[in-house]
């Protein structure tokens, strides 16, 4: 005979995860007004936020910094550098004098009397002094020092200083250096002492 009564209906069971990290999107929703991060993960969460902020503030200022530090380090080498250009220039400089001293004493002595009658000794002593001169020169051209070639030349300002003019007859020697006072000098491309000149003038008017 078969069984009427009614079957008992076996409870529906719900489970709900409120496991935060496991949830996915719209189950925030599930369960009673839905699952939220405990207050202290989201506190977390933001602290590492701002944390991160300033790190990337931190991190460009400190690029900055270094970018600055490099400026300023490139232009104090450049400027110690043209400071010591600048005081090696002087004592060479100081230096030429002593080549013009040497210049006028061997001019002396050339200018003197003829070579026959001329004294052993005194033409000893100007060898020397040329030899002193050249060995002088050598030790300046070491430095990058050379003299600079004035007569003959077309009369330059920025090369040439001119001291006084001459008479010339010929127009070819109008405008050109006839002789030197003071050798110039230069160091690389640039004049460290203009040679100090006389310069021809024609007066025939041709």
């Not at 489970?15 to 599930?30: H, L, N, P, Q, T």
């Not at 300033?54 to 300023?72: C, G, I, M, P, T």
């Not at 300002?157 to 010339?168: F, K």
Request: aromatic share 4%.
């Amino acid at each position: 005979m078969a069984d009427d009564r009614p079957k008992e209906t076996e409870p529906q069971v719900r489970v709900v995860d409120r496991r935060w990290w496991a949830r996915k999107d719209g189950d925030e929703a599930a369960g009673e007004g839905g699952a939220r991060k405990p207050s202290y993960v989201e506190g977390l969460e933001r602290q590492v936020a701002e944390q991160g902020a300033q790190l990337q503030v931190f991190s460009a200022d400190h690029r900055r910094s270094l970018e600055e530090f490099e400026q300023v380090k490139t232009r104090l080498r450049r400027d110690v550098a043209r400071e010591v250009e600048r005081g090696k220039r002087a004592v060479l400089a100081e230096l030429l004098e002593v080549v013009d001293n040497l210049d006028r004493a061997i001019a002396a002595a050339r200018s003197g009397p003829a070579a026959p009658v001329r004294d052993d000794a005194i033409e000893n002593l100007t060898r020397g002094v040329e030899l002193v001169r050249d060995q002088f020169l050598a030790k300046l051209a070491a430095f990058g020092v050379t003299r600079v070639d004035a007569r003959g030349q077309p009369f330059d300002a920025t090369r040439h200083e001119a001291v006084t003019t001459t008479p010339v007859q010929d127009i070819a020697q109008d405008g050109m250096v006839v002789a030197v006072v003071n050798e110039g000098y230069a160091i690389g491309d640039e004049i460290l002492r203009p040679a100090s000149v006389v310069v021809g003038t024609c007066e025939t008017g041709i």
